[in-house]
Each structure stands twice: as structure tokens, then as C-alpha cells.
């Protein structure tokens, strides 16, 4: 079972920038799709992005597209996910998630989650 470990999170104001980045360890890194997700108080997970083995191909929620951008090293097993223009409604946990199943939206595997908070 891969295990994964967020950092990077942090209280930015509206309109800043921050990096996440996701650490795995325990299996082969690139057989899994990785991906963002996140939950704010009160609501369900949501979906934020999805990355190919490969990093080829990423998939983004509406919410997000334009302004966040995932992308993977396999040699340091480690997936990131740039975002800019944040927004108070960003403002959630937000958990790295890996599968063995197909690209998609769909994950197995989260880590324990980081805090972003974007003020007003």
C-alpha cells in the first residue's frame, strides 16, 4: 500500500499563490494516478485534479481550471499541485489521493491532509 504525506499548506490572501506537494512511499510510484482532493467544513469531498502515470494527461475540476496546475516527478516520487488566484471558497483541506485503477476521479489512497485557508 503506497502511503502519502501533503505539505505546503498554509494562510494566504485572496489572490495568492501556494505550492502542495504530495510525498509517496511504499510501492512504485508510477503505477499509480494521483490526484488532489479536498473538503471544506461542512461539505463533502470534492474532486480537484487528476494526473496520469505518466503526468501526460491531467484532468481539473471546473472549479479550479485555469487557475490550479498538478503535475508529477516519478523520479522523486512526489506529485505537486500549483495553485494561483486562490479564492476564499479554496479554503479546505486538501488531500493528496493515488489509484491503480484507471484516470479518472475516482482514488483508493489519501494521506492525512494539509489546511489551506485563503482570507478575504
Known amino acids: 500500500q503506497v502511503q502519502l504525506v501533503e505539505s505546503g499548506g498554509g494562510l494566504v490572501q485572496a489572490g495568492g499563490s501556494l505550492r502542495l506537494s504530495c510525498a509517496a512511499s511504499?510501492?512504485?510510484?508510477?503505477?499509480?494516478?494521483m490526484g488532489w482532493v479536498r473538503q471544506a467544513p461542512g461539505r463533502e469531498r470534492e474532486f480537484v485534479a487528476a494526473?496520469?502515470?505518466?503526468?501526460?494527461?491531467?484532468r481539473y475540476a471546473d472549479s479550479v481550471k485555469g487557475r490550479f496546475t498538478s503535475s508529477r516527478d516519478n523520479a522523486k516520487n512526489t506529485v505537486y499541485l500549483q495553485m494561483n488566484s486562490l479564492k476564499p471558497e479554496d479554503t479546505a483541506v486538501y488531500y493528496c489521493?493515488?489509484?491503480?485503477?484507471?484516470?479518472?476521479?475516482?482514488?483508493?489512497?489519501w494521506g492525512q491532509g494539509t489546511q489551506v485557508t485563503v482570507s478575504s
Open positions: 489521493a493515488a489509484s491503480l485503477g484507471p484516470f479518472g476521479t475516482k482514488f483508493d489512497y
Open positions: 511504499g510501492r512504485t510510484f508510477s503505477n499509480y494516478v
Open positions: 494526473i496520469s502515470r505518466s503526468g501526460s494527461s491531467v
